[in-house]
Nanobody, 124 residues
Framework: QVQLVESGGGLVQAGGSLRLSCTASGRTFSRSAMGWFRQAPGKDREFVATINWSGGATDYADSVKGRFTASRDNAKNTVYLQMNSLKPEDTAVYYC?????????????????WGQGTQVTVST
């Protein structure tokens, strides 16, 4: 099992940037693919990005491709989501999640452990 804590959320103007961090405890982090998801008010949680165990492979939702970048530092047990050119429609609670395996996926149900979420609000 992996315990996850997100940080870095906040209020930013449209066009601005934020970097989310997700720090994990547990021995399996370096072997786990990680995912980022988000949930806007009144909407279902949706896939944002995933990164494999080594950081060598990533995948992004079309809505964030070219603006968001996922990365990880296994020595620090931390995964990041750099968010640039933010839009009001990016406003949501952002969650990181850990898989039991090394390959990333867009499927929410394949992630075993979840953080508590961090709020990102983008103003016009």
């Amino acid at each position: 099992q992996v315990q996850l804590v997100e940080s870095g959320g906040g209020l930013v103007q449209a066009g601005g940037s934020l970097r989310l961090s997700c720090t994990a405890s547990g021995r399996t982090f370096s072997r786990s693919a990680m995912g980022w998801f988000r949930q806007a008010p009144g909407k279902d949680r949706e896939f944002v990005a995933t990164i494999n165990w080594s950081g060598g492979a990533t995948d992004y939702a079309d809505s964030v491709k070219g603006r968001f970048t996922a990365s990880r530092d296994n020595a620090k047990n931390t995964v990041y989501l750099q968010m640039n050119s933010l839009k009001p429609e990016d406003t949501a609670v952002y969650y990181c999640a850990a898989r039991g395996g090394p390959v990333g996926t867009r499927e929410e149900g394949r992630y075993a452990d979840w953080g508590q979420g961090t709020q990102v609000t983008v103003s016009t």
